[in-house]
Structure formats: structure tokens, C-alpha cells
């Protein structure tokens, strides 16, 4: 523990510790034998106890050439991560508005370019802006970056305005309308707060380096890295190939940049 | 005139001592002998929770609020203060389940969290999000 507060007894002098040491490591091994065939980085895969510095700018490279029609495989897997299938369709509601309205990290949206008629599929997220409109239109403050370059929603202090979701230009993040049965440890979530793609921020926290997404994606089109490591995968590849900000003109800095658009 | 103000201020300071005192002895049954928990377990064998027992009694919540900026702003997650794991250690189980720790009904009455909170009419917000069970 980083921060210890004034006048309180140490974490180390408590008698239990042991129990709580060997708790956290056999649920950390759990971690790792939960799904085999998946790279999760074993290595590193200790909690983080160390505050985030913006010495890591989390970011994303999407290429959008190998994104196939129809394919939802990335949105699957994030809904799967982080709970959103536990969410069904209330009762008695429209499912056309239900469609609307439901929470969805990853949009799939396909653009065509009406003089050549190319289609182009892409996966449309938070796009974990370096000046987020969410962070500044916000009145709690509950909308905010991470050091590290996340943009997330304290659901603590969101009193559920839905400011956020008018300002973000990239539709990226969703109100939760009605009661939640089910509560996933990695997600909470309950009626009234809004909320949007947190790159995994569980995963990273716990030592790990992929984003459900990025695993999922059967083309290898989801590249996740630091983009402030020059050596990175994420950074190597934004060296070699074009990419494009969606609405660069709004000049946000986004972290997640696309090729082929 | 003052000294009618300063008997009243005496006898709401009086007051509210007795009633901490009361709200403490009467929070329900001693969990430490009574149930199934993990913490009920680790207090008879003379294991304590992450802080003494009745400072976490009465500043609980502080640590929560505390480390739960922590985990959300600083990505810190090794905290004292994590509510899934007073969850882990804290529910009790019945025929083989978990009962949630905001139970008002379960293995010896009241839960863990509504013991207290029921007694004190102090609305528990946590678990409209949170899950009252442990989860992995």
C-alpha cells in the first residue's frame, strides 16, 4: 500500500496478513488458469499498487482493412468482459428503442464513400480523447482521464445528467435505464449512471496488457499498446502505417487511431 | 440565560454519547461467535479485520470512501478498503450459498452489513452496484 493514513496501524502489523497474501495469490493463479489458450501475461499479473502515471498513455490502433462485413466479434467479447450481457431488454419495451438504448461499449458502423461505393466496417469506442468534451461538460466531475490516458466515469459521483453522452462526438458512451440483477465483480453497474469503454482498465490494473477486444479479434485488426513507448507494438505499427483521428478536426488527440478509413 | 444554553449543550453531548454506546451494544449479535464467515472463522481463532474492531466499527466507511478513490482515480487495487473482499470475508452461507451481506433475513438473523445499518436507519448504498456475494 502506497499511502499509508496518518495515525492508523500498518497493513503489515495485522495478524491475518498471511491469510490475505495467500488469498490474493490463489486468486491470481485462478486468473491465470481460467481460460487456457489465451495469452494473459502471467508475469506481470500482480494487482497494481502503485498510483497511474502519465508516464503510459494507453492507446489503440484499429485496422479497419481487416475488418470484416458483419463481423462482431470484438463487440461479443467486450460485452462478455465487461457484463453487458447480463443487461436484457426490459419487459414489455419496444425493441427497436430497446436496441437504442441499450449499453454498448464497442459500436460496429459501416461508412461508405457514396462516389466510389467503398464500404468500410470499423469498431466505434471511447476514443480516450487527450481533451475529452466528456471531462470538460461533466458538472461532478465524475467524468474524467485517468493519468494514464483512460477516460472514465466514476459511477461514485455520476449523478446520471447524460451531459457526456450529448458532448462526445463518437456516441461512445451509454446510460444504464433500468435495475441490474446481475453484478459482475469487474463491472459494477446499476440504474442511473452513464458509462463507456474503459480499455479493460481491470485487466491493466491487474497486470495484464490486452483488452478483451483486442484478443477477440479473429484479423488481428486491434492493436493495444503505449503509445508514449516507442518500442511498443501499438507505437511500432502508428510508425509504419497511415492513420487517421476520427474528427481530427476537433483536434481531441484521440488514442485510438484507425487505418484504413 | 447562558448558563441554560451551556446545560443544554451538556445534556445533547451526554446524549449522544449514550446513544454511540447503544448503537455499538445493541448492533445485533456478536458475529465474531455466532456464524460461518470467513471472519467469524479468522475472530475465533484471534484474527482481526484489516484495522482494530471497533475502529473499523466506527470509521468503516471512511476507508471505503477513501480507497475507493483510490482504486477509480489511481488504478491502486491492493487497498485495504475493498468492498469485495469485506464481502468475501464477511457473508455468511446457508445450504451451501452465499447470503447476501445486506440480508435482512439468513444464518442468525439480520446480515452482516444490515445488523448494523437497520439498527441505525443509515441507508446502505453499495449494493445497487455492487454484488452483496462474493464473486470470482
Same mark, same amino acid.
Request: proline share 5%; with cysteine.
Given at each position: 500500500?502506497?499511502?499509508?493514513?496518518?495515525?492508523?496501524?500498518?497493513?503489515?502489523?495485522?495478524?491475518?496478513?498471511?491469510?490475505?497474501?495467500?488469498?490474493?495469490?490463489?486468486?491470481?493463479?485462478?486468473?491465470?488458469?481460467?481460460?487456457?489458450?489465451?495469452?494473459?501475461?502471467?508475469?506481470?499479473?500482480?494487482? @497494481?499498487?502503485?498510483?497511474?502515471?502519465?508516464?503510459?498513455? #494507453?492507446?489503440?490502433?484499429?485496422?479497419?482493412?481487416?475488418?470484416?462485413?458483419?463481423?462482431?466479434?470484438?463487440?461479443?467479447?467486450?460485452?462478455?468482459?465487461?457484463?453487458?450481457?447480463?443487461?436484457?431488454?426490459?419487459?414489455?419495451?419496444?425493441?427497436?428503442? #430497446?436496441?437504442?438504448?441499450?449499453?454498448? #461499449?464497442?459500436?460496429?458502423?459501416?461508412?461508405?464513400?457514396?462516389?466510389?461505393?467503398?464500404?468500410?466496417?470499423?469498431?466505434?469506442?471511447?476514443?480516450?480523447?487527450?481533451?475529452?468534451?466528456?471531462?470538460?461538460?461533466?458538472?461532478?466531475?465524475?467524468?474524467?482521464?485517468?493519468?494514464?490516458?483512460?477516460?472514465?466515469?466514476? @459511477?461514485?459521483?455520476?449523478?446520471?445528467?447524460?451531459?457526456?453522452?450529448?458532448?462526445?462526438?463518437?456516441?461512445? @458512451?451509454?446510460?444504464?435505464?433500468?435495475?441490474?440483477?446481475?453484478?459482475?465483480?469487474?463491472?459494477? @453497474?446499476?440504474?442511473?449512471?452513464?458509462?463507456?469503454?474503459?480499455?479493460?482498465?481491470?485487466?491493466?490494473?491487474?497486470?495484464?496488457?490486452?483488452?478483451?477486444?483486442?484478443?477477440?479479434?479473429?484479423?488481428?485488426?486491434?492493436?493495444?499498446?503505449?503509445?508514449?513507448?516507442?518500442?511498443?507494438?501499438?507505437?511500432?505499427?502508428?510508425?509504419?502505417?497511415?492513420?487517421?483521428?476520427?474528427?481530427?478536426?476537433?483536434?481531441?488527440?484521440?488514442?485510438?487511431?484507425?487505418?484504413?478509413? | 440565560?447562558?448558563?441554560?444554553?451551556?446545560?443544554?449543550?451538556?445534556?445533547?453531548?451526554?446524549?449522544?454519547? %449514550?446513544?454511540?454506546? &447503544?448503537? %455499538?451494544?445493541? &448492533?445485533?449479535?456478536?458475529?465474531?461467535?455466532?456464524?460461518?464467515?470467513?471472519?467469524?472463522?479468522? &475472530?475465533?481463532?484471534?484474527?482481526?479485520?484489516?484495522?482494530?474492531?471497533?475502529?473499523?466499527?466506527?470509521?468503516?466507511? %471512511?476507508?471505503?470512501?477513501? *480507497?475507493?478513490?483510490?482504486?477509480?482515480?489511481?488504478?491502486?487495487?491492493?487497498? *485495504?478498503?475493498?468492498?469485495?473482499?469485506?464481502?468475501?470475508?464477511?457473508?455468511?452461507?446457508?445450504?451451501?450459498?452465499? %447470503?447476501?451481506?445486506?440480508?435482512?433475513?439468513?444464518? *442468525?438473523?439480520?446480515?452482516?452489513?444490515?445488523?448494523?445499518?437497520?439498527?441505525?436507519?443509515?441507508?446502505?448504498?453499495?449494493?445497487?452496484?455492487? &454484488?452483496?456475494?462474493?464473486?470470482?
Amino acid at each position: 500500500m502506497s499511502r499509508q493514513r496518518k495515525g492508523e496501524v500498518s497493513k503489515q502489523d495485522q495478524p491475518d496478513q498471511n491469510r490475505r497474501d495467500f488469498l490474493k495469490k490463489s486468486a491470481a493463479t485462478a486468473v491465470a488458469t481460467v481460460a487456457p489458450g489465451v495469452v494473459l501475461h502471467t508475469a506481470q499479473a500482480t494487482p @497494481r499498487n502503485e498510483p497511474v502515471t502519465d508516464k503510459v498513455r #494507453w492507446g489503440m490502433m484499429i485496422d479497419t482493412s481487416k475488418c470484416a462485413d458483419g463481423c462482431n466479434e470484438c463487440v461479443e467479447a467486450c460485452n462478455e468482459e465487461n457484463g453487458l450481457t447480463a443487461y436484457s431488454m426490459p419487459e414489455g419495451a419496444d425493441e427497436s428503442t #430497446w436496441d437504442q438504448q441499450r449499453p454498448k #461499449w464497442i459500436r460496429t458502423v459501416k461508412v461508405q464513400d457514396n462516389l466510389t461505393g467503398h464500404v468500410t466496417n470499423l469498431p466505434m469506442m471511447c476514443q480516450h480523447c487527450e481533451h475529452p468534451p466528456c471531462q470538460d461538460v461533466c458538472p461532478t466531475g465524475a467524468s474524467f482521464r485517468r493519468a494514464d490516458g483512460i477516460v472514465m466515469v466514476d @459511477r461514485h459521483t455520476c449523478i446520471g445528467c447524460r451531459y457526456c453522452m450529448m458532448a462526445c462526438p463518437y456516441k461512445a @458512451r451509454s446510460f444504464i435505464h433500468e435495475n441490474v440483477d446481475i453484478k459482475p465483480s469487474l463491472a459494477p @453497474r446499476g440504474k442511473g449512471c452513464v458509462e463507456s469503454c474503459n480499455f479493460c482498465v481491470h485487466r491493466l490494473d491487474n497486470g495484464q496488457t490486452t483488452t478483451a477486444c483486442q484478443d477477440a479479434c479473429p484479423e488481428k485488426a486491434i492493436i493495444f499498446g503505449d503509445l508514449n513507448d516507442p518500442n511498443s507494438e501499438v507505437s511500432q505499427a502508428l510508425a509504419s502505417y497511415p492513420t487517421v483521428q476520427i474528427r481530427a478536426d476537433l483536434k481531441l488527440n484521440t488514442g485510438v487511431r484507425y487505418s484504413g478509413v | 440565560m447562558s448558563y441554560r444554553i451551556k446545560l443544554k449543550g451538556l445534556a445533547l453531548v451526554v446524549l449522544a454519547m %449514550v446513544m454511540s454506546i &447503544a448503537s %455499538v451494544s445493541q &448492533a445485533g449479535p456478536n458475529w465474531r461467535e455466532t456464524t460461518n464467515s470467513k471472519a467469524a472463522e479468522s &475472530a475465533r481463532s484471534g484474527g482481526q479485520c484489516v484495522r482494530e474492531t471497533q475502529w473499523m466499527r466506527n470509521n468503516h466507511m %471512511v476507508l471505503l470512501k477513501k *480507497d475507493r478513490d483510490f482504486t477509480v482515480h489511481e488504478g491502486i487495487r491492493t487497498v *485495504d478498503g475493498s468492498l469485495s473482499e469485506c464481502v468475501a470475508c464477511h457473508s455468511n452461507t446457508e445450504n451451501g450459498k452465499h %447470503v447476501p451481506v445486506n440480508a435482512m433475513e439468513g444464518p *442468525d438473523g439480520k446480515q452482516f452489513c444490515a445488523s448494523c445499518h437497520a439498527f441505525t436507519g443509515v441507508k446502505l448504498n453499495c449494493f445497487q452496484c455492487h &454484488a452483496a456475494v462474493p464473486t470470482e
